[in-house]
């Protein structure tokens, strides 16, 4: 979970925003959890924008509109009915703590081919490659400028792509440093979790907008 200082608040035609002392990885759609703030700002709410302007309110059709004279950086925008605030001086933080279910360890285990005694050290292992692989997939995604739901796979070929990581981190168990362990006289192949072909199926590095 990653934690962001808040430095300034205001609230105009029902919408939220707080200016964050330092840039962040939060994305448009997902949910953050603001404390410390005050009653009004308090709560869990959804991004509606990342403003890199004043925001000064909606036009008729429910718009945001912005005063692109005044850049303001690192904020975040959500909707909160209450009465208008002026841009003032806060304290408190914005916590943001995504977790990616896009693949499962029976997902997993059906590319490995294999059967996985559940418990046992290999399925422990097993849950924790799933879980590392969802995130790192998310977040070299949300790296390259995609803005993906945590709870579905984008497309078949990111689910692909995710599964094969997790795979490749549990087949990595016990390896040192680029190969697979072994005790193959013969020496170990080369290890390599974010191949080619996963990077192609992710869409990454190819950013996702210029």
């Known amino acids: 979970m990653a934690t962001y200082t808040v430095t300034n608040k205001y609230l ?10 330092t840039p962040n990885e939060i994305a448009v759609g997902q949910s953050i959890t603001v404390a410390g703030v005050d009653a009004t700002f308090n709560g869990t709410y959804t991004v509606r924008a990342l403003p890199q302007y004043l925001y000064i ?6 718009d945001l509109l912005y005063d692109y004279q005044v850049p303001i950086a690192d904020q975040v925008l959500y909707a909160k009915t209450a009465d208008d605030v002026e841009r003032v001086a806060a304290s408190g933080t914005v916590s943001y703590a995504p977790v990616c279910t896009w693949v499962t360890a029976s997902d997993v285990v059906t590319y490995l081919g294999i059967t996985i005694t559940n418990p046992s050290d290999d399925y422990t292992l097993l849950t924790q490659s799933v879980s590392a692989g969802n995130q790192f997939c998310y977040r070299r995604r949300q790296e390259s400028g995609y803005i993906d739901s945590l709870s579905a796979s984008p497309s078949g070929d990111v689910t692909l792509g995710t599964i094969m990581y997790c795979a490749a981190l549990w087949r990595s168990r016990g390896s040192i440093e680029a190969t697979y362990a072994t005790f193959d006289g013969m020496g170990s192949a080369p290890q390599q979790s ?7 199926l992710l869409g990454i590095p190819r950013p996702a907008v210029a």
């Open 12 to 21: 105009v035609d029902n919408y939220a925003v707080l200016q964050l002392l």
């Open 57 to 62: 309110g909606t036009d008729t059709q429910g």
């Open 194 to 200: 974010l191949t080619p072909i996963v990077k192609q």
